[in-house]
């Protein structure tokens, strides 16, 4: 059970961006990911477009061999996709099958790609593939030609690549995304 303390902490965390005791979390963008112990919330830097600059490929992956850093996430929203590719179940697969390849990930099975939604604003596809050092993961919402896309991996890759590799691939006219440090 959560104390009020921790769950203070929590929403401090969430409205305010960051909580500082012994130890700092850097939140720059509000997470839903606040986890919280009894004690004090753990380490986690989250960085977006909305928070000011994002690092360079280059700095991400440098802070990630420094060993501190679990897991790296990268989110990745695309916007105005191609219509065609994101209700395309073969296309998806093979996007999966290709990110893989991009990104040096060795895939652990094969890709599952869903088509499911009875509410019209979240009907489209969804793809799970596991990865020998987590999964990727996406929904392609039909009715708004959008594409979200979430890499998680315990190996580095670099997210701004795989970013622009993902809105090349399903014609993107915009992408954002954001990066996690897990810890």
Same mark, same amino acid.
């Given at each position: 059970?959560?104390?009020?303390?921790?769950? /203070?902490?929590?929403?401090?965390? #969430?409205?305010?961006?960051?909580?500082?005791?012994?130890?700092?979390?850097?939140?720059?963008?509000?997470?839903?990911?606040?986890?919280?112990?009894?004690?004090?919330?753990?380490?986690?830097?989250?960085?977006?477009?909305?928070?000011?600059? %994002?690092?360079?490929?280059?700095?991400?992956?440098?802070?990630?061999?420094?060993?501190?850093?679990?897991?790296? %996430?990268?989110?990745?929203?695309?916007?105005?996709?191609?219509?065609?590719?994101? *209700?395309?179940?073969?296309?998806?697969?093979?996007?999966?099958?290709?990110?893989?390849?991009?990104?040096?990930?060795? *895939?652990?099975?094969?890709?599952?790609? /869903?088509?499911?939604?009875?509410?019209?604003?979240?009907?489209?596809?969804? %793809?799970?593939?596991?990865?020998?050092?987590? %999964?990727?993961?996406?929904?392609?919402?039909?009715?708004?030609?959008?594409?979200?896309?979430?890499? #998680?991996?315990?190996?580095?890759?670099?997210?701004?690549? /795989?970013?622009?590799?993902?809105?090349?691939?399903?014609?993107?006219?915009?992408?954002?995304?954001?990066?996690? #440090?897990?810890?």
């Amino acid at each position: 059970m959560v104390s009020m303390t921790c769950y /203070v902490l929590a929403l401090q965390c #969430f409205f305010a961006n960051r909580v500082k005791e012994s130890n700092t979390w850097y939140v720059l963008t509000p997470s839903p990911w606040c986890i919280c112990t009894r004690k004090l919330i753990s380490e986690m830097y989250s960085m977006s477009p909305r928070s000011g600059q %994002l690092m360079s490929d280059e700095q991400v992956i440098e802070r990630f061999k420094q060993g501190k850093e679990w897991g790296l %996430l990268t989110s990745i929203d695309l916007h105005d996709c191609d219509p065609k590719k994101i *209700r395309s179940k073969e296309v998806i697969t093979q996007f999966s099958i290709d990110l893989c390849k991009h990104i040096d990930m060795k *895939r652990f099975g094969e890709p599952v790609v /869903v088509r499911f939604g009875a509410d019209p604003r979240v009907q489209g596809y969804s %793809l799970a593939q596991l990865i020998e050092t987590s %999964l990727i993961s996406g929904h392609f919402a039909e009715d708004t030609n959008r594409a979200f896309i979430d890499v #998680f991996s315990c190996k580095e890759y670099p997210p701004k690549k /795989v970013s622009e590799y993902c809105a090349k691939y399903f014609g993107a006219k915009g992408v954002e995304y954001s990066v996690s #440090f897990r810890t």
